[in-house]
């Protein structure tokens, strides 16, 4: 798998090069004429990208919209125990508790949004809720909760025995220190384009493990973790929050697209801004993804090890993104 994303890595970044020309062609001699994809396309973050994906395309392959794909899609990553950054099994903040943010958006602009919810499983379908059911957009803590009891979530305890124990262990030293990448942190950000030519994106996590109680991160909050716009495309963050929330960071990687920039440049745009904000990044991982209303894809996070999957036509594959080191 290792020599297979490898191998991925390299073709990326060559496409990358070709894409301003207009073609872009894309891992080992396979010729994908990146501007011209067949319609519906996904895209997620990360490993586990790959499960979301895989629920997500079989919607849109039956004519499904691009939001049920990316919902039903990361509720698949949300009810796995052993993605202990996303949902059920989630690891705790500092005093225990298991706290789930996220957000889904359509390119007309509706948009929905919880933060800091206990005890409910699938924040997405929540969030969808508040988009639907609700004159709101975002909803948070103890009102949240009653909101999903109000639409028949159930309540559960969300803090598996796996992550009860990496929490004690953590709380011998208790020295909080975020350290962002695949290990520890890695939230599920989805974006699909439907047979329609429709956009929606959804983003999910319990985001960074041993935070502040009442600390929320970029997932939650539209523009910073997620943004979709019909008119030119949608993207997604990952990583340390605090980092893409002060860049406005997914927004605006569509408004660079909507100026010209290819997916991937786009978010290696904003990954450019957010190196220039900060003194020391050696500890920071950001990752964007992005998806142009014509199907073209992309992906670059600033650390290496940042992975995204992609489903197309007949096909999963795992692609290592490039990266700014
Ligand atoms: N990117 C998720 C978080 O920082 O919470």
Same mark, same amino acid.
């Given at each position: 798998m290792l020599q297979k994303r490898r191998t991925f890595l390299k073709t990326t970044s060559l496409g990358l090069s070709v894409l301003a020309t207009g073609t872009a062609y894309r891992c080992q001699g396979k010729s994908t004429p990146i501007a011209n994809v067949t319609h519906p396309v996904i895209i997620s973050t990360w490993d586990h990208g790959m499960a979301a994906n895989k629920v997500g395309l079989n919607i849109l392959k039956n004519k499904g919209s691009a939001l049920d794909a990316v919902e039903k899609g990361v509720i698949v990553v949300e009810n796995d125990p052993t993605v202990q950054t996303v949902g059920l099994g989630g690891f705790p903040d500092r005093e225990g508790n298991v706290t789930l943010d996220a957000c889904i958006m359509k390119g007309d602009g509706q948009c929905g949004s919880v933060a800091f919810l206990q005890d409910i499983k699938n924040p997405i379908a929540v969030a969808r809720k508040v988009m639907e059911k609700t004159p709101h957009i975002m909803i948070v803590g103890s009102g949240a909760k009653q909101f999903a009891l109000e639409m028949g979530f159930k309540e559960e305890n969300l803090l598996t025995e796996a992550s009860r124990k990496k929490y004690?262990?953590?709380?011998?030293?208790?020295?909080?220190?975020?350290? !962002?990448? %695949?290990?520890?942190?890695?939230?599920?950000?989805?974006?699909?384009?439907?047979?329609?030519?429709?956009?929606?994106?959804?983003?999910?996590?319990?985001?960074?493990?041993?935070?502040?109680?009442?600390?929320?991160?970029?997932?939650?909050? !539209?523009?910073?973790?997620?943004?979709?716009?019909?008119?030119?495309?949608?993207?997604?963050?990952?990583?340390?929050?605090?980092?893409? %929330?002060?860049?406005?960071?997914?927004?605006?990687?569509?408004?660079?697209?909507?100026?010209?920039?290819?997916?991937?440049?786009?978010?290696?745009?904003?990954?450019?801004? %957010?190196?220039?904000?900060?003194?020391?990044?050696?500890? @920071?991982?950001?990752?964007? %993804?992005? @998806?142009?209303?014509?199907?073209?894809?992309?992906?670059?996070?600033?650390?290496?090890?940042?992975?995204?999957? @992609?489903?197309?036509?007949?096909?999963?594959?795992?692609?290592?993104?490039t990266s700014m080191f």
């Amino acid at each position: 798998m290792l020599q297979k994303r490898r191998t991925f890595l390299k073709t990326t970044s060559l496409g990358l090069s070709v894409l301003a020309t207009g073609t872009a062609y894309r891992c080992q001699g396979k010729s994908t004429p990146i501007a011209n994809v067949t319609h519906p396309v996904i895209i997620s973050t990360w490993d586990h990208g790959m499960a979301a994906n895989k629920v997500g395309l079989n919607i849109l392959k039956n004519k499904g919209s691009a939001l049920d794909a990316v919902e039903k899609g990361v509720i698949v990553v949300e009810n796995d125990p052993t993605v202990q950054t996303v949902g059920l099994g989630g690891f705790p903040d500092r005093e225990g508790n298991v706290t789930l943010d996220a957000c889904i958006m359509k390119g007309d602009g509706q948009c929905g949004s919880v933060a800091f919810l206990q005890d409910i499983k699938n924040p997405i379908a929540v969030a969808r809720k508040v988009m639907e059911k609700t004159p709101h957009i975002m909803i948070v803590g103890s009102g949240a909760k009653q909101f999903a009891l109000e639409m028949g979530f159930k309540e559960e305890n969300l803090l598996t025995e796996a992550s009860r124990k990496k929490y004690e262990e953590w709380l011998k030293t208790g020295v909080y220190k975020p350290k !962002i990448n %695949i290990e520890n942190h890695d939230t599920i950000s989805t974006l699909a384009l439907d047979a329609n030519g429709h956009l929606a994106g959804a983003c999910t996590t319990s985001g960074a493990a041993w935070k502040m109680h009442g600390r929320v991160g970029d997932s939650p909050l !539209i523009a910073a973790g997620l943004f979709v716009d019909d008119e030119v495309g949608a993207a997604a963050a990952t990583g340390l929050g605090e980092a893409v %929330i002060r860049t406005a960071g997914s927004a605006m990687v569509v408004e660079a697209m909507r100026h010209g920039q290819s997916p991937e440049e786009a978010c290696r745009s904003v990954c450019l801004r %957010i190196k220039d904000k900060h003194k020391d990044i050696s500890d @920071l991982q950001v990752g964007f %993804i992005a @998806l142009r209303k014509d199907g073209a894809y992309g992906a670059y996070s600033l650390q290496p090890g940042f992975t995204y999957a @992609l489903g197309q036509n007949e096909t999963h594959e795992l692609y290592q993104a490039t990266s700014m080191f």
